[in-house]
């Protein structure tokens, strides 16, 4: 076999092997990109119980509205944790942290959290 030939069986061998690696990246990446985008709406649920009688989503209750508060996460999470003004404070045994990760997603979907 000249040197040429063997290059070339190689070259596509490469090339073969590339797409095939891009391609199960992309695969891979597929399911993240999904979550991400569902991520939000699994923040809904506990946002309601947690927070959605004072807060209702664009409606006028007891809370203000949330939607573009853009407070910080940090901010947020002790306004959450300690209470604030009217607020009465969420504690752990009420809002789980991974709980109250979920409505950070959520909070952060309507630009109350950056």
């Given at each position: 076999?000249?040197?040429?030939?063997?290059?070339?069986?190689?070259?596509?061998?490469?090339?073969?092997?590339?797409?095939?690696?891009?391609?199960?990246?992309?695969?891979?990446?597929?399911?993240?990109?999904?979550?991400?985008?569902?991520?939000?709406?699994?923040?809904?649920?506990?946002?309601?119980?947690?927070?959605?009688?004072?807060?209702?989503?664009?409606?006028?209750?007891?809370?203000?509205?949330?939607?573009?508060?853009?407070?910080?996460?940090?901010?947020m999470t002790t306004i959450?944790?300690?209470?604030?003004?009217r607020m009465r404070a969420?504690?752990?045994?009420?809002?789980?942290?991974?709980?109250?990760?979920?409505?950070?997603?959520?909070?952060?979907?309507?630009?109350?959290?950056?």
């Amino acid at each position: 076999m000249t040197k040429n030939r063997e290059r070339g069986r190689w070259g596509l061998c490469f090339g073969v092997l590339g797409a095939l690696v891009v391609a199960g990246a992309m695969v891979t990446a597929m399911p993240h990109r999904a979550q991400a985008q569902n991520r939000p709406a699994q923040g809904v649920a506990q946002f309601n119980r947690a927070c959605g009688r004072c807060h209702p989503d664009g409606g006028e209750d007891t809370g203000p509205d949330l939607h573009n508060l853009n407070k910080t996460e940090e901010q947020m999470t002790t306004i959450i944790r300690n209470g604030q003004k009217r607020m009465r404070a969420i504690p752990p045994n009420k809002l789980s942290n991974a709980d109250l990760a979920k409505v950070m997603v959520y909070l952060r979907s309507i630009h109350a959290v950056r």
